[in-house]
Nanobody
Framework: QVQLVESGGGLVQAGGSLRLSCAAS????????MGWFRQAPGKEREFVAA????????YYEHSVKGRFTISRDNAKNTVYLQMNNLKPEDTAVYYC?????????????????WGQGTQVTVSS
């Protein structure tokens, strides 16, 4: 079993930056592919970014590519999402997700473990 806890959300002005963290319990974190999703009010939870177990492979949703960076530190059992040049449309609850396996995954039902979410609000 893996437990995921997100942190780092908050209120920021458009054009600003935030860094989300997701701390994972368990000794096999380095074997897990990880991802970030987000859910805005009244909308479906959508994929944002994903990273392979080694960190060598990453994948981004089109609207965040070039602004967001996913990374991981397996020694710290933590995955990060650096978000730059934030826009009001990035406002959502951001969720960390994980699953066993080496590659990256972009679909919600491909993940087995989820965090509780952290709110990101971008004001215009």
């Amino acid at each position: 079993q893996v437990q995921l806890v997100e942190s780092g959300g908050g209120l920021v002005q458009a054009g600003g930056s935030l860094r989300l963290s997701c701390a994972a319990s368990g000794r096999t974190f380095s074997n897990y592919a990880m991802g970030w999703f987000r859910q805005a009010p009244g909308k479906e939870r959508e994929f944002v970014a994903a990273i392979s177990w080694s960190g060598d492979d990453t994948y981004y949703e089109h609207s965040v590519k070039g602004r967001f960076t996913i990374s991981r530190d397996n020694a710290k059992n933590t995955v990060y999402l650096q978000m730059n040049n934030l826009k009001p449309e990035d406002t959502a609850v951001y969720y960390c997700a994980g699953r066993g396996g080496g590659w990256y995954y972009t679909e919600r039902d491909e993940y087995d473990y989820w965090g509780q979410g952290t709110q990101v609000t971008v004001s215009s």
